[in-house]
């Protein structure tokens, strides 16, 4: 360990070890410090997103949706098997490994591209000082020429849902159940809700969810919002809307949740509750009192559009700072800003971040939702194209949900493309680097796409927007 760096990431999630790889590839000595620990006391780099997070919540959903189609879907395909069972420590175990390879990845990359990766505690002193308290608690100051603050966010604890571990959980822990509970309340139905709600419901458990909005996915176009509440019903999701937690009580073995909607007030008893509120910027014992650094009024780092914080040479990105807390963000970020340090000119653009939600099936979108082109004013046309007409999505038995583009009316500019439907994560990187390219629909149109695959549906909804969709009445 040296006393002195070009650079000083403070976290290695997905943003921070992103950032310090690329300063490190611009020819920056590097040091990353990370003091992640995992339930199992060990430390490992990669943040809540290869922790506790995106890594660990896609490994679930995947075998539960196997298993869920192994009883649901197999039928249809003439494939008979003696009754489908599943072992949840098996499926743990899985997950448990693809966290420990990838992390393990995170420390390889460091090392080849020669960061330092320092296990412990950073915060952050006037004068671009870092004072290191490394896990067998010894105390080093380093100096550096640039900080990178990339702390990230953790989950909102209610005060009327205490957090105890066992029985009212964070997303963490319910990541980690080690077996099935047989009922099952989660409190939002945001992203975690209903990927963890979609996860625990396919291995069994009866999950209901408590939700204070009186719409699905607010945030989503509404198109793609009602046949998402339609398929989460007919998957046994209880979604309860316009409903607010008002209290959490553990009594014996189960916890009896309280909450209030447009009928007064009611109960519920559930074995395990998950609270999935949101998260917050996680800034804990990252900054001495003369650092500089403001944060804002909901406790996010101040930074500009290009994460510059108040102090010359600190900068912030991820979760801890503004904008969607999602890691691919974070880690356009932490290139943009290795970039910056290095004398290049780099930005990113926040118009074009995709949204992703990993149920059943998956929801994605970049851009505007109908109705936020309809408040900006701007004339518009739309076309959509639903799966149903969709050979490939038909081969794979994964016919529910469409593919929506709207598209400014003047001169075609593509403004928004929501997609719920099979592999939708993955068909909307179309969608970003159109975008991206600021692509109309007519580019779309006069792409070839291949034959048969689920991107015809973009192709055929590029085509819908003119009314020219040929494997579809106009
Ligand atoms: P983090 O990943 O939180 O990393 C910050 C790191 O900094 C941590 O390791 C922390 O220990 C460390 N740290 C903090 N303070 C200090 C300090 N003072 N000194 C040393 N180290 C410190 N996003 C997606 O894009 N796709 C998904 O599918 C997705 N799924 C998710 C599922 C779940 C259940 C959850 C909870 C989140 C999910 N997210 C997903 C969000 C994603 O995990 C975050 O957006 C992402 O991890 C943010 O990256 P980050 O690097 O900013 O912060
Ligand atoms: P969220 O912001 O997505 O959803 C929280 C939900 O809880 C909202 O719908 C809100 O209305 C509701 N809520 C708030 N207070 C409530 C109360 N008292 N009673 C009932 N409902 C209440 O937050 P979530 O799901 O916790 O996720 C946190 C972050 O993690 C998100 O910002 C998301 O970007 C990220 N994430 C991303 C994933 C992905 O990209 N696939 C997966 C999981 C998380």
């Known amino acids: 360990m040296k006393k002195q760096y070009d650079v000083v990431v403070i976290g290695a999630g997905p943003a921070g070890y992103i950032a310090a790889i690329r300063a490190a590839q611009h020819g920056l000595s590097v040091a990353c410090i990370d003091e992640w620990k995992n339930k199992d006391g060990k430390n490992a780099f990669g943040g809540t997103c290869l922790n506790a997070g995106c890594i660990p919540s896609k490994a679930l ?14 039928k249809s395909h003439g494939i008979t098997t003696g009754a489908v069972s599943m072992d949840v420590a098996t499926m743990q175990k899985r997950r448990a490994a693809i966290v420990r390879q990838l992390t393990g990845g995170v420390a390889g990359l460091l090392k080849a591209n020669k960061v330092e990766g320092l296990a412990g505690h950073g915060r952050l002193l006037a004068g671009r000082k ?30 009327v849902a205490k957090f105890d571990d066992v029985h009212i959980v964070d997303s963490w ?28 419901a396919r291995l069994g458990a009866e999950v209901t969810i ?59 008893q559930v074995d395990k509750l998950v609270v999935a509120v949101g998260r917050r910027p996680f800034t804990d ?17 101040e930074v500009n559009h290009e994460c510059r914080t108040r102090v010359k040479g600190v900068f912030a990105i991820g979760d801890c700072v503004r904008g969607p807390m999602l890691a691919h963000k974070g880690s356009e970020e932490g ?20 949204s992703v939600i990993y ?14 082109v309809q408040a900006s004013g701007r004339k518009y046309k739309k076309g959509s194209f639903p799966f149903a007409a969709s050979g490939r999505a038909k081969a794979m038995e994964q016919t529910s ?15 928004g493309v929501h997609i719920i439907g099979p592999m939708a994560g993955e068909l909307i990187a179309e969608a970003v680097l159109a975008m991206e390219f600021s692509a109309s629909t007519e580019d779309l149109q006069r792409t070839i796409h291949a034959h048969p695959s689920l991107a015809e549906a973009m192709h055929e909804a590029a085509l819908a927007v003119d009314k020219r969709a040929l494997n579809y009445p106009n």
């Open 130 to 159: 870092i004072e290191f308290t490394a896990v067998d608690g010894s105390m080093l100051t380093i100096d550096a020429t640039h900080v990178i603050l990339a702390t990230g966010s953790a989950p909102i604890e209610l005060p």
């Open 285 to 301: 014992g990252l900054l001495a009192e003369d650092a500089g650094v403001p944060l804002d009024a909901k406790g996010f780092i």
């Open 359 to 372: 149920t059943a099936p998956e929801i994605a979108w970049v851009g505007k939702t109908e109705a936020q």
């Open 401 to 415: 949900g469409l593919v929506k583009i709207i598209a400014a009316e003047d001169d075609d500019e593509i403004l």
């Open 210 to 268: 408590i939700e204070a909005m009186d719409e699905l996915l607010f945030m989503a176009d509404r198109d793609i919002a009602n046949v998402a509440a339609k398929d989460f019903k007919k998957q046994g999701l209880d979604i309860r809307l316009g409903a607010k937690l008002t209290a959490a009580a553990v009594k014996g073995a189960a916890v009896e949740v309280s909450y209030s909607d447009r009928n007064g007030a009611q109960s519920l």
């Open 173 to 200: 822990a319910a990541l980690e159940f080690a077996a099935v509970p047989k009922r099952l309340g989660v409190v939002g139905a945001g992203v975690i809700g209903l990927e963890l709600g979609s996860v625990w």
């Open 61 to 74: 959903l995947e075998s539960s949706e196997l298993y869920y189609r192994a009883q649901h879907e197999f």
């Open 335 to 354: 290139v943009m800003v290795a970039d910056l340090i290095a004398g290049e000119i780099a930005e990113v653009n926040y118009d074009v971040v995709p």
